[in-house]
């Protein structure tokens, strides 16, 4: 387990910035997709043949996409916060579906770690094992 530092905190947060901005960048490219006429078109016709609520297909193509890029440009976002050496093929998939989950799924883990933070914070207020990072 990483020592929880000052300089821990600045490469998570540094990371996960820039794999949030990746993950915008992809949300909006494939919006425009979705949003098109074309687009709108193929989904109506995959509900007749399928039915409506039965297939969904746009969360698996943002899936793909991020996995696809994730491994083309041999990203690994627990390697990187955990300085290990070499991307695994489980962390880059897990990375590629936190790049899929688009500013929804950004935001809501960033609030997780905001109260991760906090609650680490708190605890070493509470056990007198504090030390200033000044």
Do not use: C, H
């Not at 425009?32 to 039915?51: A, H, T």
């Not at 440009?73 to 688009?102: H, K, Y």
């Amino acid at each position: 387990m990483p020592v929880i530092s000052s300089e821990y905190w600045e490469n998570f947060i540094a990371v996960l910035l820039g794999f949030s901005v990746l993950s915008l960048i992809i949300e909006r490219a494939l919006y425009q997709i979705f949003d098109s006429k074309v687009w709108g078109f193929v989904e109506k016709r995959l509900d007749k043949q399928v039915g409506e609520d039965f297939l969904d297909i746009k969360p698996w193509i943002a899936s793909l996409l991020s996995i696809a890029i994730v491994f083309k440009l041999d990203l690994d976002i627990i390697a990187m916060i955990f300085n290990m050496r070499e991307p695994s093929f489980i962390s880059m998939v897990v990375t590629g579906l936190f790049i899929a989950g688009g500013s929804t799924g950004i935001f809501k883990f960033f609030k997780r770690a905001r109260k991760l933070k906090q609650a680490i914070y708190e605890q070493k207020v509470r056990d007198n094992t504090f030390v200033s990072d000044d």
